[in-house]
């Protein structure tokens, strides 16, 4: 019986241990349930947060995308702006850049702008070329006639019947003419340049030429005719010296008016001939 109460006791023993053990086991179990949910939940959470970071850099990638294509229409409106602003100096350093910025939003714009929008891009480029036209049309008037013209000439347009000695004219009409040429060479070849690639640069490139030559015309125009009517007059009778007097003066004239043309344009003009 000694034996017996001795052996239970090791049985409850047992039984105290297996009831820990099995308690122990159900913990086990329940830790081992929240560590599979919670790594579940942490790589959802991972998984979200990489797909985060994707889809923030398609975002910044869009965006920079969007930001550079919006870059040409707000440069168009800036270039808009100073075409129309009043203090606009085409002598400034920034006018030919800006010119240049104004041939890339052109492009840009021609070769990506869906059809949906073309009609509106058409004509906000028609009204932008216009503007164009217009102001440059202003700048052939500005360059040729007040940077040219000095006193002498006007109160030579003024009173016609005031034409100079030969030599006096020359200087007037030729010399302080060339002398301005670099003002407006530079200015005048960047349209020259994209006259050939838009219609539109060509159209301000006749109206300059038609603007010189309107200039050269009404200061030549007196002068050309009191010497042919000077030659009439002085060979009224030998008409064969006043067709060699009157052919070597136009030669004369011609050609200072070639070399006169080139100092100022690199591109030849029907309307010269």
């Not at 947060?49 to 550079?68: G, R, T, Y």
């Not at 509106?120 to 480029?125: A, N, T």
């Not at 164009?132 to 006007?154: A, D, P, Q, R």
């Amino acid at each position: 019986r000694q034996m017996r109460d001795y052996l239970s006791g090791f049985q409850e023993q047992c039984d105290a241990i297996l009831t820990d053990v099995n308690s122990a086991l159900q913990h086990l179990e329940s830790l081992q349930k929240q560590y599979l949910f919670v790594s579940t939940k942490t790589g959802t959470l991972h998984e979200a947060c990489e797909q985060l970071l994707k889809e923030q850099s398609e975002l910044v990638d869009l965006a920079e995308n969007i930001q550079q294509k919006l870059s040409y229409f707000n440069e168009l409106e800036n270039i808009n702006t100073k075409l129309n602003s009043p203090t606009l100096s085409v002598n400034s350093e920034g006018f030919i850049p800006m010119l240049a910025k104004l041939d890339d939003c052109i492009a840009y714009i021609s070769s990506h702008v869906s059809h949906s929008a073309f009609i509106l891009i058409k004509l906000s480029q028609l009204c932008m070329f216009m503007l164009l036209g217009c102001w440059m049309k202003h700048l052939g008037w500005v360059l040729f006639f007040h940077l040219t013209l000095n006193s002498e000439t006007s109160t030579l347009l003024l009173d016609p019947s005031a034409v100079p000695n030969s030599d006096n004219a020359f200087t007037l009409f030729y010399v302080k003419f060339r002398a301005a040429a670099p003002k407006v060479r530079t200015l005048i070849e960047q349209v020259e340049q994209r006259s050939e690639k838009m219609p539109e640069y060509q159209q301000v490139l006749n109206e300059i030429h038609q603007c010189y030559l309107d200039q050269r015309e009404l200061l030549l125009g007196p002068s050309i005719a009191s010497t042919v009517t000077e030659l009439t007059s002085q060979n009224n009778r030998d008409h064969c010296a006043l067709v060699r007097s009157g052919c070597a003066f136009m030669v004369h004239v011609c050609q200072d008016e070639h070399q006169l043309y080139n100092e100022f344009f690199t591109k030849p003009t029907p309307k010269l001939e």
